[in-house]
């Protein structure tokens, strides 16, 4: 049989041999591909918004200002600033130290921790507690905050555990914008607050466990199976 061979491919058809065209043969290829869709999906990282109840975990490349590894509750944040507690740094004081007037809170033994460097001589107070405490602010599932003395009194003389129990010097602030504008640099990195975080009993580890989540936390978002006309 003679025959040129032009651009394409032989194959047997009923004992002979025939050629195909390459087009022909790419078009039934593609005919049996599996279908495909017309677009990619769009996948990309979404930043949380900051909220009360919410947990700000600072990102690997945040250094400056003494934020670097630290975890943070955010207790308020609307159109005037926003405020937070460091949730992993505590300190080698005892609060009785701080309160020696208490007889109750030495026989404790509850440490101070450090909720921040705006007015470090201030003692504000986590509680965890099912019932409204006296002052208490809600801040998230039976977390409250206390500000005022009387209301720190209050929840020690409830006898409220250590455990459920967190003081702390001083607090975090932003002005109006600024924490938003420092996510959206990606400072910051938002997560729920969930109690054994805020109440967890190794700090020292608790960044690390919250950074590979929060860095890590991708959204998909489907494509449309026809591209847009």
Do not use: C
């Amino acid at each position: 049989m003679a025959a040129s061979r032009r651009s394409g491919r032989w194959r047997v058809t009923r004992g002979r041999l025939a050629l195909v065209p390459v087009g022909v043969a790419v078009f039934s290829l593609l005919a049996h591909a599996t279908p495909r869709p017309a677009f990619e999906p769009d996948v990309r990282p979404v930043a949380a918004r900051p909220a009360r109840g919410k947990l700000l975990v600072a990102d690997r490349n945040l250094r400056g200002g003494g934020f670097a590894h630290s975890v943070v509750l955010l207790v308020n944040h609307d159109a005037r600033g926003s405020m937070g507690l460091i949730v992993n740094r505590p300190s080698p004081i005892k609060l009785a130290e701080v309160l020696p007037s208490r007889d109750d809170v030495k026989e404790r033994g509850d440490g101070l921790w450090v909720g921040g460097p705006v007015q470090p001589t201030r003692i504000l107070l986590l509680a965890r507690a099912p019932e409204r405490l006296l002052d208490g602010l809600p801040v998230f599932d039976e977390v409250q905050l206390i500000l005022t003395r009387r209301g720190l009194d209050h929840a020690f003389g409830m006898g409220i555990p250590p455990a459920a129990v967190r003081a702390y010097a001083g607090y975090t602030g932003w002005g109006p914008g600024e924490l938003d504008r420092e996510i959206a640099r990606g400072d910051w990195h938002v997560v729920d607050a969930k109690v054994p975080a805020v109440f967890n009993d190794e700090p020292s580890e608790l960044w690390t466990e919250l950074i590979g989540g929060a860095a890590g936390r991708w959204v998909r978002v489907e494509a449309p199976l026809h591209a847009p006309t």
